[in-house]
T-cell receptor
């Protein structure tokens, strides 16, 4: 079974600085999708960024980028120029596109605090 | 972008009551929807996969008779917590994915259920 591990329960960063959240996963598949979701205090789940395993290029979305290391099964999220609104729980998630269910497997989450 | 609507956002009711939560995909058709439960400061725990026109697939340890799922149309899935007790109090979130291989899941805003 696939598993996702986020080894940092909590992280903090100064406003305007850069922070990296780590995520590792375990799978025997070669084709899959990886996601980072943000959950602010409102508890909405907001998609931050996604990566397709067959693409070597790291995904970027404005201040958010990933470092996807397929061989190492690592998928870290870098947040540049951190803003107060970035404070949230961040969840890494894996999805196998094969089969009908396409379930997401979530990591334990990392609580990010932004210090003004 | 794709929107998933979940209602109600907050429910407070007496022990023994049955509570229905609705999850609607507003601008796309979803043959599959997912129901999650989230405990405070924890990750999302998949409860079941809701399949349009067929029985839901429940995760191990989830009581089928306690958490009834109905997916009667391509845009609506409901979760009914039957004879709710205080231990059923939690945050419940649904999600749905638009058709297509790489489409991400979009989440409802969640329902905070409190059983007195």
């Amino acid at each position: 079974a696939q598993t996702v591990t986020q080894s940092q329960p909590e992280m903090s960063v100064q406003e305007a600085e850069t922070v990296t959240l780590s995520c590792t996963y375990d799978t025997s598949e070669s084709d899959y999708y990886l996601f980072w979701y943000k959950q602010p205090p409102s508890r909405q789940m907001i998609l931050v960024i996604r990566q397709e395993a067959y693409k070597q290029q790291n995904a970027t979305e404005n201040r958010f980028s990933v470092n996807f290391q397929k061989a190492a099964k690592s998928f870290s999220l870098k947040i540049s120029d951190s803003q107060l609104g970035d404070a949230a729980m961040y969840f890494c998630a894996y999805r196998n596109p094969r089969g009908g269910a396409q379930k997401l497997v979530f990591g334990q989450g990392t609580r990010l605090t932004i210090n003004p | 972008g794709a929107v998933v609507s979940q209602h109600p956002s907050r429910v407070i009711c007496k022990s023994g009551t049955s509570v229905k939560i609705e999850c609607r995909s507003l601008d796309f058709q979803a043959t599959t929807m997912f129901w999650y439960r989230q405990f405070p400061k924890k990750s999302l725990m998949l409860m079941a996969t809701s399949n349009e026109g067929s029985k839901a697939t429940y995760e191990q340890g989830v009581e089928k008779d306690k958490f009834l799922i109905n997916h009667a149309s391509l845009t609506l899935s409901t979760l009914t917590v039957t004879s709710a007790h205080p231990e059923d109090s939690s945050f419940y979130i649904c999600s749905a994915a638009d058709r297509g291989r790489g489409q991400p899941q979009h989440f409802g805003d969640g329902t905070r259920l409190s059983i007195l």
